[in-house]
């Protein structure tokens, strides 16, 4: 098989993996330093995006727990405080997002303002007092917004979005990379507090309202999406009633089973002492046994397949709303990865030629499986600033927390030991051992694999798409062949021929090199 371009199908080779780069048409560019404001029931946040418009990265993210729809159920109208609270912290948001260079904020504002009486009135003070105008947003556009910030993370997903805020919960479809039916509802914990009759009370309204929702949305048993600080508060104690190694929320699985254990743990803990272990905040914490009361009935109405938690919600949502639809239909993890090549390897473009070169030994995996091999292709070089004794901590690192759209936890543990193997040849010693085994030990040998073709193949380092040779791989008679162009063949000294050999003890095979003939002219 030869190391050109040509020796790789179609489909592997398309614009959407390793094209060129989509962040640098003038569509995504202005998708740059991008600044969203969120002013919900509970909280007002600020987040700025930049790096790969189609994976962006968190260029500064703050959020003030003011507390806009406290007592709303009551009084009909914005907490007194929270409004005070929510203006300065506009206010202050507004001026680092000048100072950021965002341009006009993109602001929506939720169920706190869009019920209260003085909603309006609240508008309108913010717009005279920082210029930020704020877009009142009804239920189902909240709906709409939060699934669109799912599938910015997850395209083409199916499944139903459950979004919770302090005084609304919000469920939309999502099939095929696009928003269905969509539902609103005044399930936030906020609003809860306010309902007579104790738990019992609530728990016969929480259920009464997801009956009628369900009977407008219909069956739903693909994959439920949780969005919402609540959600991720409950997520976090999972985690840690569980001991789960991975504290990434983004993409973290539950079950029905493990949302009922967990319901038990909380309602058995001294919330002060748990919420210290899990670092979850006292005003988020206050609204953890309300939010596990709906979390519960939400999966014994719909009983979904599975639970996801969602990083992603209405900000992103916002976000994806100005996204032109051939940047939506890119891959976000490819993108992010080759913003992060593009910006920090040394040699930027040659992850493409790596892929090309190693394609031979992977032809026969899954689509699922190349994508994490490309993906790591193109980080394999982006921590070279590390300390050489570090690189492979570093990479494991960059891999498993940072912040990647399309990518499941299984997925981060085999890219992070694929890039770990590509500066080590043992992956034992290391302070992350306890999650690998969140990846089948099988799966952890492909890795190593992996790991160490790219180790092998970083020293045979030419300028980008220049041929390196070509790889042939037998795997029925273990046998490895590298056949080297003439202009490679002294890159091959001692450290490569043991890599290459190492390699080849990774596979279980017998490696020969060989001088690739020229043809003739």
């Known amino acids: 098989m030869s190391l050109t371009a040509n020796s790789i199908p179609a489909a ?31 909280s007002v946040r600020l987040v700025v995006f930049d790096g790969a418009a189609r994976s962006p990265a968190y260029f500064y993210n703050e959020k003030i727990m003011c507390g806009l729809g406290r007592g709303l159920s009551e009084t009909g109208r914005l907490n007194p405080e929270g409004r005070a609270r929510a203006l300065k912290a506009i206010a202050r948001f507004q001026l680092l997002a000048q100072s950021m260079g965002t341009g006009p904020l ?31 947003i009804d239920g189902e556009e909240e709906a709409r917004l939060s699934a669109q910030g799912v599938l910015l993370g997850w395209p083409g997903s199916y499944g139903l979005v459950c ?27 906020l609003k809860l507090s306010d309902v007579k009759g104790g738990k019992k009370g609530r728990k016969a309204h929480i259920k009464n309202v997801l009956e009628g929702l369900a009977n407008r949305l219909g069956p739903q048993e693909d994959r439920l999406f949780l969005v919402g600080g609540s959600w991720r508060a409950i997520a976090r104690i999972d985690m840690e009633r569980r001991g789960y190694a991975l504290h990434v ?42 939010a596990i009361e709906v979390l519960k009935e939400v999966v014994k109405t719909f009983r979904p397949r599975d639970i996801a938690i969602s990083s992603y919600g209405i900000r992103e949502g916002m976000l994806y709303e100005q996204m032109p639809q051939k940047l939506r239909d890119r891959d976000p993890l490819i993108e992010a990865c080759r913003f992060a090549e593009v910006k920090d ?62 990518i499941s936890h299984q997925e981060r543990v085999f890219l992070g030991l694929a890039l770990l193997h590509r500066y080590r040849n043992s992956r034992q010693g290391t302070r992350f051992e306890e999650m690998y085994d969140l990846l089948p030990e099988k799966a952890q040998n492909e890795a190593e694999v992996v790991g160490k073709a790219l180790r092998f193949a970083a020293m045979l380092w030419l300028e980008k798409d220049h041929e390196i040779g070509e790889i042939r791989y037998f795997p029925k008679k273990k046998h490895l062949e590298l056949f080297l162009t003439k202009e490679a063949l002294p890159l091959f000294g001692e450290v490569a021929e043991a890599r290459l050999n190492s390699l080849a003890s990774a596979l279980g095979a017998q490696a020969q090199v060989r001088i690739k003939k020229t043809p003739k002219p």
Not at 15 to 27: K, L, Q, V
Not at 163 to 189: F, H, W
Not at 375 to 383: G, I, M, P, W
Request: positive net charge; charged residues 25%.
């Open 249 to 290: 929320l983004h993409e973290y699985r539950m079950t029905a089973r493990s949302v009922r254990a967990t319901a038990e743990y909380i309602a058995q803990s001294d919330l002060d002492e748990l919420r210290g272990r899990c670092g979850v905040s006292s005003a988020r914490m206050a609204l953890v046994p309300l």
């Open 345 to 406: 390897a040394r040699l930027p473009g040659f992850g493409k030629t790596l892929y090309q070169f190693l394609y031979p030994l992977f032809k026969g995996a899954s689509a699922d499986r190349k994508r994490l091999i490309k993906a790591a292709c193109l980080l394999h070089d982006v921590s070279w600033r590390a300390h050489p004794d570090y690189r492979a901590e570093t990479c494991f690192d960059l891999a498993t927390r940072a912040n990647l759209g399309g």
């Open 163 to 189: 979004d919770i805020g302090g005084s609304s919960m919000e469920l939309a479809e999502i099939a095929g990379g696009r928003v269905g039916k969509r539902v609103t509802s005044p399930l936030g914990p």
């Open 106 to 136: 993109t602001t929506a504002a939720t169920a706190a303002v869009r019920e209260a009486e003085d909603g309006l009135e609240f508008r309108d003070e913010v717009a005279r007092e920082t210029g930020v105008k704020i877009w009142i």
């Open 12 to 42: 592997e080779q398309s614009e959407a993996r390793f094209g060129r780069p989509i962040f640098d048409d003038p569509s995504a560019r202005a998708l740059r330093r991008v600044g969203v404001l969120d002013v919900g029931s509970n």
